[in-house]
């Protein structure tokens, strides 16, 4: 639900034009999945790999 909330974020960001919102939105969804890794006890690398891919999918 939290990635929902980001994407939703990028998404009314690139509707509206505010170029603010999409930072935000990828700053969110990357912040609740180290909460969720953190909170499930999982390996802290699967938060760095999702990371990277967020960082890769934007260029």
Known sequence: MS??????????GLVIGWSALEPVGYAFMIGQHFIRVY????SPWLSVWFTVLVFLLLL
């Open 39 to 42: 909170r499930l006890g999982l």
């Open 3 to 12: 990635l929902f909330v980001g994407t939703l974020l990028i998404t009314i």
